[in-house]
């Protein structure tokens, strides 16, 4: 592949910037095959061309009344994705060396000698196709890389909704509530002033609160009665169940989802279980989990009960602050209730999907 670039280097685009020598600068390169080769006479012709067509090689005489200064700034600040084409100085008689820190890869004097000139032109090409060819690969590589790494995320991701679904489909109810108490939360943190990657860690990781009603028994999981006793105890290990499950991976994820799954029914007041956290000691994304995770089932129709008015959702959501509910996320789940509104509206249950539920269930 790049062995080839040794035989296209006469394939290359040269512009030549100078008011002098460029009949026979030209007729040499065309003698030898190098086809493509545009000239300037200035700066602001220079710059066009070089922008209609990017030049492999520019070669510019030291007689144009331009300073390799004014033509360094001026083409460092082309927006280009290619790499700065190699600059050659064709030197006026009086042998000028250029700076060391110049643009100038190398130089010549007037008059040339054809041979080495030639022998110049073609190590200048090919070192900056190679540099091309290699800056290409490179990009390909990190662009695979970067979807290669989109697609592992996204099958991360749908493992994820997946454990979500499985704890909600044994709990009767639908994967809508795990989706909505995602985008419920995404929504909270961005108003707490969350930075877009941790919200999203959120949006995934939420969904997950309840994976540990896996280990629960069924006789107690869908009882539709009320819990008595030792059956409310069992239930109430499913946070536990649920951050051991989750915290064994090593995925950023599945880990930040196990902290929900154990926090997520701890209550301000210290009321909450299973450890009996109080304020901030609850992780935070726990207490954001668990105003929209409570609010989503009021809100949403079950087996056993109706859906709660809006208002009274509010006001027992409202009425827990302090209590149940960090005081500084229900004020914020007050200010964005409309986007809260637009999320249940957009994620809506599917009526059709929760009927086949409900009779695998009862089967």
Same mark, same amino acid.
């Given at each position: 592949?790049?062995?080839?670039?040794?035989?296209?280097?006469?394939?290359?685009?040269?512009?030549?910037?100078?008011?002098? &020598?460029?009949?026979?600068?030209?007729?040499?390169?065309?003698?030898? +095959?190098?086809?493509?080769?545009?000239?300037?006479?200035?700066?602001? #012709?220079?710059?066009?061309?070089?922008?209609?067509?990017?030049?492999?090689?520019?070669?510019?005489?030291?007689?144009?009344?331009?300073?390799?200064?004014?033509?360094? %700034? @001026?083409?460092?600040?082309?927006?280009?994705?290619?790499?700065?084409? !190699?600059?050659?100085?064709?030197?006026?008689?009086?042998? &000028?060396?250029?700076?060391? %820190?110049? =643009?100038?890869?190398?130089?010549?004097?007037? /008059?040339?000698i054809e041979n080495?000139?030639?022998?110049?032109?073609? &190590?200048?090409?090919?070192? $900056?196709?190679? *540099?091309?060819?290699?800056?290409?690969?490179?990009?390909?590589?990190?662009?695979?890389?970067?979807?290669?790494?989109?697609?592992?995320?996204?099958?991360?991701?749908?493992? =994820?909704?997946?454990?979500?679904?499985?704890?909600?489909?044994?709990?009767?109810?639908?994967? #809508?509530?795990?989706?909505?108490?995602? $985008?419920?939360?995404?929504?909270?943190?961005?108003?707490?002033? #969350?930075?877009?990657?941790?919200?999203?860690?959120?949006?995934?990781?939420? !969904?997950? &609160?309840?994976?540990? @009603?896996?280990?629960?028994?069924? @006789?107690?999981?869908?009882?539709?009665?009320?819990?008595?006793?030792?059956?409310?105890? =069992?239930?109430?290990?499913?946070?536990?169940?649920?951050? *051991?499950?989750?915290?064994?991976?090593?995925?950023?994820?599945?880990?930040?989802?196990?902290? =929900?799954?154990?926090?997520?029914?701890?209550?301000?007041?210290?009321?909450?279980? !299973? *450890?009996?956290?109080?304020? +901030?000691?609850?992780?935070?994304?726990? *207490?954001?989990?668990?105003?929209?995770?409570?609010?989503?089932?009021?809100?949403?129709?079950?087996?056993?009960?109706?859906?709660? /008015?809006?208002?009274?959702?509010?006001?027992?959501?409202?009425?827990?602050?302090?209590?149940?509910?960090? !005081?500084?996320?229900?004020e914020l789940f007050?200010e964005h209730l409309?986007? #809260?509104? %637009?999320?249940?509206?957009?994620?809506? %249950?599917?009526?059709?999907?929760?009927?086949?539920?409900?009779?695998?269930?009862?089967?």
């Amino acid at each position: 592949m790049i062995t080839d670039l040794l035989d296209l280097s006469t394939d290359a685009n040269i512009l030549i910037i100078s008011t002098e &020598h460029i009949d026979c600068v030209t007729n040499l390169l065309n003698t030898n +095959s190098y086809h493509k080769v545009d000239c300037a006479s200035n700066l602001s #012709m220079a710059i066009e061309k070089y922008i209609a067509s990017p030049p492999d090689l520019v070669i510019f005489s030291s007689s144009i009344n331009l300073t390799l200064s004014e033509l360094s %700034d @001026k083409l460092n600040k082309l927006d280009s994705i290619e790499p700065l084409p !190699p600059v050659l100085l064709v030197n006026d008689s009086n042998n &000028h060396i250029p700076p060391i %820190d110049s =643009i100038i890869k190398d130089f010549v004097n007037f /008059p040339i000698i054809e041979n080495e000139f030639l022998f110049r032109i073609h &190590h200048l090409l090919t070192d $900056h196709l190679v *540099r091309k060819e290699h800056l290409g690969f490179t990009e390909s590589i990190i662009k695979t890389i970067g979807q290669r790494n989109q697609e592992l995320k996204e099958s991360q991701i749908e493992i =994820i909704e997946c454990l979500g679904y499985a704890a909600e489909f044994r709990d009767s109810e639908t994967g #809508m509530h795990t989706i909505r108490v995602g $985008h419920y939360s995404q929504c909270l943190a961005k108003a707490l002033g #969350m930075n877009d990657k941790e919200a999203e860690t959120l949006l995934y990781a939420a !969904p997950m &609160h309840d994976v540990g @009603k896996i280990g629960i028994p069924d @006789k107690i999981l869908l009882k539709p009665g009320r819990l008595e006793g030792k059956e409310w105890e =069992i239930m109430k290990q499913h946070t536990i169940i649920g951050e *051991r499950i989750l915290s064994r991976s090593k995925n950023n994820l599945l880990q930040q989802a196990g902290i =929900i799954a154990l926090h997520h029914h701890e209550k301000w007041n210290g009321s909450g279980y !299973p *450890r009996g956290l109080t304020g +901030s000691d609850i992780h935070l994304y726990g *207490r954001i989990v668990a105003i929209v995770d409570v609010f989503d089932a009021l809100t949403m129709e079950r087996p056993y009960k109706k859906a709660w /008015p809006l208002e009274n959702a509010l006001e027992l959501i409202n009425s827990e602050s302090e209590k149940h509910f960090d !005081p500084t996320l229900v004020e914020l789940f007050n200010e964005h209730l409309e986007e #809260m509104l %637009d999320i249940k509206k957009c994620y809506a %249950d599917n009526r059709e999907t929760n009927n086949l539920l409900n009779e695998y269930l009862s089967i």
